[in-house]
């Protein structure tokens, strides 16, 4: 049983960072991508970021772009989250998740929440 557990979020202050991890753990699977998603009250979860586990490359939503960075970190199996520059827009319960399949993100974590104040 494979699972991803994400930590690093809490309260800060508009301007702060914070960085977020997802480590997975369990019995080794493979996937094509590892991503971050948010949702925040009453609105739609929305992909963040994603990473590419065999080159690297990535891919971030324009709200985040040139504020936050995805990196990998493959021995210690566990993606990150950079986030810098935070602002209040950008709070919400922060999701790690897994594209085991081509187009389908189908591996979650529980979540870890950010709240980001004025």
């Known amino acids: 049983q494979v699972q991803l557990v994400e930590s690093g979020g809490g309260l800060v202050q508009a301007g702060d960072s914070l960085r977020l991890s997802c480590a997975a753990s369990?019995?080794?699977?493979?996937?094509?991508?590892m991503g971050w998603f948010r949702q925040a009250p009453g609105k739609e979860r929305e992909l963040v970021a994603r990473i590419s586990w065999s080159d690297g490359s990535y891919y971030y939503s324009d709200t985040v772009k040139g504020r936050f960075t995805i990196s990998r970190d493959n021995a210690k199996n566990t993606v990150y989250l950079q986030m810098n520059s935070l602002k209040p827009e950008d709070t919400a319960v922060y999701y790690c998740?897994?594209?085991?399949?081509?187009?389908?993100?189908?591996?979650w974590g529980q979540g870890t929440q950010v709240t980001v104040s004025s």
């Open positions: 369990g019995r080794t699977f493979s996937t094509y991508f």
């Open positions: 998740a897994a594209q085991i399949r081509v187009g389908v993100w189908s591996l």
